[in-house]
């Protein structure tokens, strides 16, 4: 039973529930695919109940989703000593310990937005 095999006939319809699934199955996060997508995580939300009609849409939420080349996600680190105390990549800000960043292309982000943003999208 392929998810990609419903899609291949004529409605490109790719419904709430479907998008749900097939994110569970490629252990793929809302916050995940916000960023891949380059939307917001309330869409991502949207989505996931209403689904989507568009077969532009359904094809880059394919892609995003099951992505062959999806490209690599920020892993959330938190500061836990002084020497790792820095500023943030894109924007600058004086993060420390406590603070909760994002590790990116090796290097470290105030937030999402900033990994995102670094990267010009
Ligand atoms: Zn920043």
Not at 24 to 31: D, N, S
Not at 69 to 93: A, V
Request: aromatic content about 8%; overall charge positive.
């Amino acid at each position: 039973m392929s998810d990609l095999s419903n899609l291949s006939n004529m409605s490109p319809k790719f419904t709430g529930p479907d998008v749900v699934r097939l994110m569970r199955k490629h252990h793929v996060t809302i916050e995940g695919l916000s960023f891949r997508l380059g939307i917001s995580q309330k869409r991502i939300r949207n989505v996931r109940e209403i689904g989507l009609t568009d077969s532009l849409a359904v094809r880059d939420w394919l892609q995003a989703i099951t992505g062959s080349d999806p490209g690599p996600l920020p892993e959330k680190y938190r500061i836990n000593h002084i020497t790792e105390e820095g500023n943030c990549g894109f924007c600058g800000y004086p993060m420390g310990v406590g603070d909760e960043t994002y590790g990116y292309m090796g290097e470290l982000f105030c937030s999402i937005t900033c990994c995102r943003k670094s990267r010009r999208w």
